[in-house]
């Protein structure tokens, strides 16, 4: 079995990419059953840190990530999960959740 | 000022990606202090948790991450630096950290 470094929480953090454009869409945390889920099922599965729940993703706004490939690093301590996403992945509407650049200006005090 | 969500070490998980290829290098941590080097300086910085030390990528390894956009996320508790790569960026030589592909049997016991 693969030695997973859970942090301290039980959750490793989870990149999600885009399989057609490239795109990095989303971070979410996923503890051991949300992995479980997300490889068993195809379907990205998370933990919800806000609500302190399983999430599967998509499940109320249709908006499922279909998994193409899971990925680790070399720590073993994060998670890359290609998928095809079937609609916007940000909760705003946005296809990406890093559809804002920061600039020099928003680290001024 | 952008009201960064640090978690409670005062850290926040950045994603480093190819910005010629596409592919996602690395996740890394920064603190305040390490994300305003990456912005002013043009190159990666981080917060190495092990060493507990800020961290220029490259600084030994000349394998220096070239910053060309810095993005956040919807929430504000994730960075996506885009970069172009002077070299491998994992310390295994690979060109990323996420060179291994996970598969359902490592998830068994």
């Not at 490889?39 to 193409?68: C, D, I, M, P």
Request: net charge negative; with cysteine.
């Amino acid at each position: 079995m693969l030695n997973i470094k859970w942090d301290e929480k039980g959750l490793v953090p989870a990149i999600m990419q885009d399989s057609v454009t490239g795109d990095v869409l989303m971070l979410g945390y996923m503890n051991k059953e949300s992995l479980e889920q997300t490889v068993e099922s195809g379907h990205a599965w998370f933990w919800s840190r806000s609500r302190q729940e399983l999430w599967h993703k998509g499940a109320t706004s249709g908006n499922y990530l279909e998994v193409k490939e899971v990925r680790y690093d070399c720590d073993v301590d994060a998670i890359l999960v290609i998928a095809r996403p079937m609609g916007p992945t940000c909760h705003t509407g946005e296809q990406s959740c890093f559809y804002r650049r920061l600039t020099p200006a928003d680290l001024k005090d």
